[in-house]
């Protein structure tokens, strides 16, 4: 099984600055089956990247996936009041497997 | 507009059962693989269990491998998840998922709480 591991555990920023995340994968994750999802308080995930790089439909072009391998980044350019929750990212590649997410808070 | 809508979660004792359902509406269900994943109150997301479109492939966590069936009737447009023996750490929102490409998931239902307690 493939272990995801999100960093950093809680990212503090205020609106308008850019955020990083990182997920690092305990093994190669084959073709780049990794997506990302943002998850706010009281509702279901949704779908942000797939394919580690590929915006899903509707997404804004502020949200960026790179990577490959075992090292992948989320990118928010600038954060807009919408975006402050938590982020996951998912491995497809194998048995599938969730990071433990990231936290983007208002600082 | 795609829908997916879980029914079924409540308060089971340790050891009782538990069916969820997944009513799916807005696009073919049969040509899409479905997936449960859960989420324990205040934790992360943990893939549950998968089925492929025509059921013919299905793949389990290992937490629950030989207590949870998935199943699925594509003339109902519906999805399942049998949960037998059921324990505290089962104790979480399971939601019903659509596999968007591989295995990345574009529609989620709102969830559906299943709690364990005596």
């Known amino acids: 099984e493939i272990v995801l591991t999100q960093s950093p555990g809680t990212l503090s920023l205020s609106p308008g600055e850019r955020a990083t995340l990182s997920c690092r994968a305990s093994q190669s994750v084959s073709r780049n089956y990794l997506a990302w999802y943002q998850q706010k308080p009281g509702q279901a995930p949704s779908l942000l990247i797939y394919?580690?790089?590929i915006r899903a439909t509707g997404i804004p072009d502020r949200f960026s996936g790179s990577g490959s391998g075992t090292d992948f980044t989320l990118t928010i350019s600038r954060l807009e009041p919408e975006d402050f929750a938590v982020y996951y990212c998912?491995?497809?590649?194998?048995?599938?497997?969730f990071g433990g997410g990231t936290k983007v808070e208002i600082k | 507009e795609v829908q997916l809508v879980e029914s079924g979660g409540g308060l089971v004792k340790p050891g009782g059962s538990l069916r969820l359902s997944c009513a799916a509406s807005g696009f073919t269900f049969s040509s899409y693989s479905m997936n449960w994943v859960r989420q324990a109150p205040g934790k992360g997301l943990e893939w549950v269990s998968s089925i492929s479109s025509s059921s013919s492939y299905i793949y389990y966590a290992d937490s629950v491998k030989g207590r949870f069936t998935i199943s699925r009737d594509n003339a109902k447009n519906s999805l399942y998840l049998q949960m037998n023996s059921l324990r505290a750490e089962d104790t979480a929102v399971y939601y019903c998922?659509?596999?968007?490409?591989?295995?990345?998931?574009?529609?989620w239902g709102q969830g559906t709480l299943v709690t364990v307690s005596s």
């Open positions: 998922a659509r596999v968007h490409v591989q295995g990345d998931f574009d529609y």
């Open positions: 394919d580690a790089s």
């Open positions: 998912q491995q497809y590649a194998s048995p599938l497997t």
